[in-house]
């Protein structure tokens, strides 16, 4: 169930770049996936007689994370424009990391030694499978090519990591439906208003640019649901165990169906990061 989850995450990364490649934008993809996967959640949230009714503070908070989801969802959906889809999940995938540092610097549980030896693990497989060093050494010419795809997913990083410290510490007892609803609302309300205001939306060109706005809504809708869901009943380990298997099932999606191949160092690379924040996770309690 949680390799499914994962790999559904990356169907939903994937789709998102065959959309923009047949026309559609980052705005037009985030707007569509964030309605309707709060649509789809409000129905569920209707037919299950959930109250929708919220105290005041814990609206206040829910929205400050959804801020942080629209921000997180605009950054890594421009790094998957940019560059191979797989890197930008690797660059995304620090997450567990920074995660770790907030929580220290916000007065929570020093990291443990493991988790302070495998982050330059991780740190090194990424620069390996983003190959940081290019085919002639010429590390400012790599930076031009991938650099800003990278900043992108880092940024996407650093706003899920602080939205799933403020998740534990303000929303953990809120059922999951609900959290997620509140979300979606929250990143859909921001996208639409900004993309009107902005001119910013572009639709799909063709058909198959539809279907693949239609299918990222589907993937992302029901991964997304089911992870916040799951998120108040699962440990660190199978937390990350659902989160750090995306960007490996990624390498075959975008393989199979976009024709991203990358070097066998690249991909060793790739098992480098997600087997040190495996490893990382397994040690917390």
């Keep these: 169930m949680l390799l499914a989850i994962a790999a559904v995450f990356g169907s939903n990364h994937v789709a998102a770049r065959v959309a923009f490649d047949h026309g559609s934008n980052v705005t037009t993809a985030v707007a569509f996936r ?87 693990v991780a740190l090194v497989g990424l620069a390996l499978a983003l190959d940081a060093w290019g085919k002639s050494g010429d590390i400012a010419g790599r930076w031009a090519e991938v650099g800003a795809g990278v900043l992108w997913a880092m940024g996407a990083s650093v706003s899920f990591a602080l939205a799933l410290y403020l998740i534990t510490r303000w929303l953990g007892s809120m059922d999951g439906r609900l959290r997620s609803f509140l979300f979606m609302s929250v990143v859909a309300v921001v996208t639409l208003a900004g993309g009107t205001l902005a001119g910013g939306f572009a639709l799909p060109v063709d058909g198959t640019g539809w279907l693949a706005l239609a299918l990222l809504t589907v993937f992302y809708g029901s991964a997304i649901t ?29 393989w199979l169906i976009l024709g991203q191949a990358v070097a066998p160092l690249q991909i060793a690379g790739a098992f480098i990061v997600v087997g040190a924040i495996a490893w990382m996770g397994s040690g917390r309690r």
Excluded: D, K
């Design 226 to 254: 089911s992870m916040f869901v799951l998120l108040p009943r699962l440990g660190a380990v199978n937390n990350a165990a659902v989160l750090n298997f995306e960007p490996i099932a990624v390498l075959g999606l975008a």
């Design 34 to 120: 964030s309605t309707g996967t709060a649509l789809f959640v409000l129905a569920l949230l209707v037919l299950n007689g959930i109250s929708l009714r919220i105290p005041g503070r814990t609206f206040a908070h829910s929205v400050v994370v959804g801020l942080l989801i629209a921000v997180q969802s605009y950054c890594l959906y421009s790094a998957v424009a940019l560059i191979p889809v797989a890197l930008a999940l690797l660059a995304f995938q620090t997450f567990p990391m920074l995660l770790a540092l907030i929580s220290w610097t916000a007065g929570g549980e020093r990291p443990t030694r493991r988790v302070l030896l495998a982050m330059p």
